[in-house]
């Protein structure tokens, strides 16, 4: 079976087994023109596989459709999926590296502790041989005074070393917390859009969804489709799909404010949560969004043929007391279809 282990993917299964599984994999790949590097792969041999049902729902809702698989799509399926490793990964890593200073800055301390002790002990010997009058001659005097001098500053150097240990600990932390929250950002974000991606807005919609039952508060939730996307790619290669993409993902971006949050929810498909709005307020939005984009013009960069009108479909719905988020989604999915067929010709 498939088993995840320090990071890393493990497959736990025969090699005859394990080869047919990549040679479906790479046929799979190579049919959807798509570079069969370690992650791609991966997503491939899982879904070939069928360790991963979830996983291979989501390609087969594609693949089922005769759509094609694209480079942007497979990674999402893999930071979905795997995402999750990468982040326990980091943490490992960076609090071994903690653990290395922390060892350190503690070695350092009972150093500068082991010296103030000592100098500790030679002062109270001091004292005593100056009680019994030991200490009148100003020679003897003047060597007792050196040799506490001389522990002072050891015990200054050792008490320095410390400090600057316990500083690069701290600045381990700082790096650390750094490394998490970068690829925190990674595993959250769709590469191609710089939106957030289906797993990262699944989550926040489950906490925006928790907070609105408590309130009582509205929250609404969008799904847009780019009208026509596939007949766009075909048409003008997958470039200009993307271009399309960006737009629209820019045109959310630029369109949400406060608490709301947009993501690139499948491959030409985006979602928007609303807090705080009602369903009226995100018909008023979603106009907003589709003239936008209607009024931008995408050009081809080989003879500058514009690609003509941009149209978007979007269905919405407002979460009632007591819903469950997947029944919210499937409204709104019922919604945009409906939407989208009373768009197509003759319709």
Not at 206 to 233: H, K, Q, S, W, Y
Not at 304 to 314: F, H, M, S, W, Y
Request: net charge neutral.
């Amino acid at each position: 079976m498939l088993q995840t282990s320090e990071g890393r993917v493990e497959y736990a299964e025969r090699t005859e087994r394990s080869e047919t599984h990549a040679q479906a994999a790479l046929r799979l790949l190579e049919q959807h023109k798509i570079a069969p590097n370690p992650i791609n792969f991966t997503v491939a041999y899982v879904h070939d596989s069928g360790r991963d049902p979830e996983l291979s729902r989501m390609l087969n809702a594609v693949l089922a459709e005769g759509g094609s698989l694209t480079p942007d799509m497979v990674r999402e399926a893999f930071e979905r999926h795997f995402g999750l490793a990468r982040e326990a990964q980091v943490v490992r890593e960076g609090g071994a590296r903690l653990a290395a200073e922390a060892e350190r800055a503690l070695g350092a301390a009972e150093s500068a502790q082991s010296a103030l002790g000592i100098a500790a002990d030679e002062a109270a010997r001091l004292a005593e041989r100056l009680d019994r009058g030991e200490g009148t001659d100003p020679r003897r005097l003047a060597d007792a005074a050196r040799a506490l001098a001389m522990l002072a500053r050891k015990t200054a150097q050792r008490t320095d070393a410390a400090a600057r240990s316990l500083d690069a600990a701290t600045d381990q932390i700082g790096g650390v917390r750094r490394d998490l929250d970068r690829v925190r950002r990674e595993l959250a974000t769709d590469g191609l859009t710089g939106l957030a991606n289906r797993r990262h807005f699944e989550r926040r919609l489950a906490e925006e969804a928790a907070l609105a039952r408590d309130t009582g508060d509205p929250l609404t939730v969008m799904l847009v489709d780019v009208e026509g996307f596939d007949a766009i790619a075909a048409s003008h290669g997958i470039g200009i799909g993307d271009q399309v993409l960006r737009l629209v993902g820019k045109t959310l971006a630029d369109g949400v404010r406060g608490r709301d949050v947009a993501a690139r929810f499948g491959p030409e498909r985006f979602a928007v949560a609303l807090p705080h709005t009602t369903e009226a307020e995100a018909a008023a939005i979603a106009d907003q969004i589709r003239n936008i984009v209607a009024g931008r013009r995408i050009v081809r960069r080989d003879n500058r043929e514009p690609i003509g009108r941009i149209a978007l479909n979007v269905g919405r719905a407002t979460l009632q007391p007591g819903e469950e988020i997947g029944h919210l989604i499937g409204r709104v999915e019922t919604m945009l279809e409906s939407t989208a067929r009373r768009a197509r010709p003759g319709r």
